[in-house]
């Protein structure tokens, strides 16, 4: 059972970026999926989070700038990250839980590994 989380890398403000996260092992339509970030020197918080039934939900921040979606056939979970902000910079994770309202995902169970996202000009 494994997530592989791929497609950081540097990006200039207001630029985009997708990051996939792809599992192996288990079927993945059946779990919820969430994206976490961590900055150096931060706790990781919780950025986004799709439903096994393909709810949506994100982080005040980051509404209206990311996209979550899932696409069952590939075993993947995807982030468009779109008008990107130093800010954003981060490492950043996917894990399977439970999604609540505010764009955390609850109860994780499997993390996969980070993908360094750097937001600079």
């Known amino acids: 059972v494994q997530l592989q989380a791929s497609g950081g890398g540097l990006a200039q403000p207001g630029g985009s970026l997708r990051l996939s996260c792809a599992a192996s092992?288990?079927?993945?339509?059946?779990?919820?999926i969430g994206w976490f970030r961590q900055a150096p020197g931060k706790e990781r918080e919780g950025v986004s989070c799709?439903?096994?039934?393909?709810?949506?939900y994100y982080k005040d921040s980051v509404k209206g700038r990311f996209t979550i979606s899932r696409d069952n056939a590939k075993n993947s979970v995807y982030l468009q990250m779109t008008g990107l902000k130093p800010e954003d910079t981060a490492a950043y994770y996917c894990?399977?839980?439970?999604?609540?309202?505010?764009?955390?995902?609850?109860?994780?169970?499997?993390w996969g590994q980070g993908t360094q996202v750097t937001v600079s000009s």
């Open positions: 799709i439903s096994s039934g393909g709810g949506t």
């Open positions: 092992g288990f079927t993945l339509a059946y779990k919820g």
């Open positions: 894990a399977t839980g439970r999604c609540s309202v505010t764009g955390v995902a609850r109860d994780i169970g499997t």
